[in-house]
């Protein structure tokens, strides 16, 4: 793929081809068998967060590496870029809901061990984090056991490492996929489709931020190349 203007590179996956995919879906909710979380699940989970927070007295960071980038869902003073070493993007979790349906399967990414991840650090209000944290997890987590776990992790920054509220696969869950090629996996995401969208839009997006930031992920954006071929022309 040529770079744009600017030294700009020029995605092959576009708008145009997440309107081919799309579809109008209705929520059905959970698939049946799954068990969801509970308020006082997510209390407790909360409560053991705000209990291990390594750094108390300093402003709370939150590692966004997704959907976060682009819809953080709380609000936020500021951001820089981080790396996270150990952990990698990966398309590593099976969706029925959301990005995908019975009907259209879809695969969501979260971190999964080895290599490195660059993303955005928010900087989070230092006022009721209990709140912030408990619309964090809520988002982040919905069945049991979790999909996403939360954690503290050290972030590299310009600054030094800083500690960050990270949230890593659970390879216990039923819905991990394990290791997928980037074949297999612009297969789902060239044609899954869920009540909040497609896989295509989500992966777009979350390209289209890092790119913004300066930030390039050859795997992702390889991954885009193949879903765009096997969505078709526009």
């Not at 709380?74 to 969706?95: K, Y």
Request: charged letters at 25%; glycine letters at 10%.
């Amino acid at each position: 793929m040529k770079p744009m203007a600017g030294g700009q590179r020029e995605l092959s996956l576009t708008p145009a081809h997440v309107a081919l995919v799309h579809r109008d879906m209705t929520d059905e909710g959970q698939p049946p068998g799954l068990q969801p979380q509970t308020d006082e699940d997510y209390a407790d989970w909360v409560s053991r967060i705000l209990a291990s927070h390594p750094a108390p007295d300093r402003p709370t960071q939150l590692f966004a590496y997704g959907s976060l980038i682009w819809r953080p869902e709380i609000e936020h003073l500021g951001e820089q870029g981080g790396i996270l070493r150990g952990w990698r993007r990966s398309f590593c979790l099976r969706q029925w809901r959301f990005r995908g349906s019975p009907e259209y399967p879809g695969l969501m990414m979260s971190l999964d061990r080895g290599g490195r991840c660059q993303g955005v650090l928010f900087q989070l209000p230092d006022e009721d984090l209990e709140t912030q944290f408990n619309t964090l997890f809520r988002r982040e987590f919905t069945i049991k056991p979790n999909t996403n776990i939360p954690r503290w992790l050290n972030v590299q920054t310009d600054d030094g490492p800083m500690p960050a509220l990270v949230f890593v696969m659970n390879r216990r869950a039923p819905q991990y996929a394990g290791d997928l090629t980037p074949e297999e996996i612009a297969d789902v995401l060239s044609r899954s489709c869920g009540h909040l969208g497609t896989g295509a839009e989500y992966l777009l997006n979350t390209v289209m931020q890092l790119e913004a930031r300066g930030m390039h992920d050859p795997g992702l954006w390889r991954l885009q190349e193949l879903v765009a071929a096997r969505i078709g022309p526009v």
